[in-house]
């Protein structure tokens, strides 16, 4: 065979670093042999697979058709190497969002490590369009994410099914309401999660179908910071069911229906449509449907951390 898997690793490693020197401290090598190896690929064909630009290296339209190819070799041949060493599974990348990674993903990820031991799983949580940036370049094998998107270079499965729900402080004016129109949310100041997540994109979808113009008076990275800041009084907050049982439960946050506002959702896998699904993807994917198991949405699970 005239390509080696060291060639292939150097090739992968400056695609996502488009530097050779970060490329050779990842791998471990002097820079001089990186280089050495990427210089050999491309000669040896006569195939260049990077734009120079100065000290960074661009993928060009061989090296973006390659780069996928490179990648599902090295995690077949990672693959091999766990069989040959004692029925291991390649490492797998996983990116959920936030309501995901939070309350179900790292669940998953116990089951699935206690189930394979000495296998590896680097579970990384953000947003959902950081997820799907991430895909696009290769750093995830598999998303986990609560936010609708179309994308042509991605395949989406579902999940299971989520809702979002208003709330506020036991002491807010709302909280005795029990259930309101939307109209009797216009005025309300609400603590929401940023643009570019999921649960964002729905609640301003929502309130834009009922003519609400929602006053966001703060926007927060985290769940808990919303629950935190709206149990303060401040204002109002819309996050998914799965995260505000145990609130709900505590008396420390009160649910306030809308019965006019769409807020269902679906959790989906999402994954690089070019890409071939590894085992261990499969395995970790097969979890996450065990986990859930006949539930049809999140308001049914069981599981003791959300109970």
């Known amino acids: 065979m005239k390509i080696t898997l060291r060639q292939l690793e150097v090739f992968v490693a400056i695609a996502h670093l488009e530097n050779v020197s970060r490329a050779a401290t990842q791998l471990n090598m002097s820079q001089s042999a ?94 959902t369009r950081q997820v799907i940036e991430r895909l696009h370049r290769y750093e995830l094998d598999i998303g986990l994410i609560e936010g609708e998107a179309s994308d042509a270079d991605l395949i989406f499965e579902p999940w299971i099914d989520d809702e979002l729900v208003v709330f506020c402080a036991p002491s807010h004016p709302l909280a005795a309401a029990g259930s309101l129109r939307s109209t009797a949310l216009a005025g309300q100041k609400w603590i929401v999660r940023e643009p570019g997540s999921g649960t964002r994109a729905l609640f301003d979808r929502a309130m834009r179908s009922v003519g609400v113009d ?24 819309c996050l998914s069911r799965l995260s505000l049982r145990e609130a709900f439960r505590r008396g420390s946050l009160v649910e ?52």
């Open 214 to 237: 929602a006053d966001v008076c703060l926007e927060l990275e985290h769940t808990e910071a919303i629950k935190r800041a709206v149990e303060s009084g401040l204002g109002v907050g």
């Open 34 to 127: 990186a280089s050495t190896a990427l210089l050999e690929l491309e000669r040896h064909f006569d195939c260049p697979l990077f734009d120079r630009l100065g000290k960074s290296l661009r993928l060009n339209g061989n090296g973006r058709g390659l780069l996928p190819q490179a990648e599902d070799m090295l995690a077949r041949a990672g693959e091999i190497e766990g069989y040959l060493a004692g029925g291991k599974l390649a490492p797998v990348a996983v990116g959920a969002t936030l309501t995901i990674g939070n309350y179900l993903a790292t669940l998953v990820v116990v089951e699935y490590l206690q189930k394979n031991p000495g296998s590896r799983v680097a579970l990384s949580v953000c947003n």
């Open 256 to 307: 306030i229906g809308t019965p006019d506002l769409a807020l269902r959702r679906r959790f989906q896998f999402v994954r690089q449509r070019q890409r071939q699904v590894s085992t261990a993807t499969q395995t970790f994917i097969a979890e996450c449907r065990r986990l859930t198991g006949e539930a049809s949405d999140t308001s049914q699970l069981t599981l003791p951390f959300i109970a």
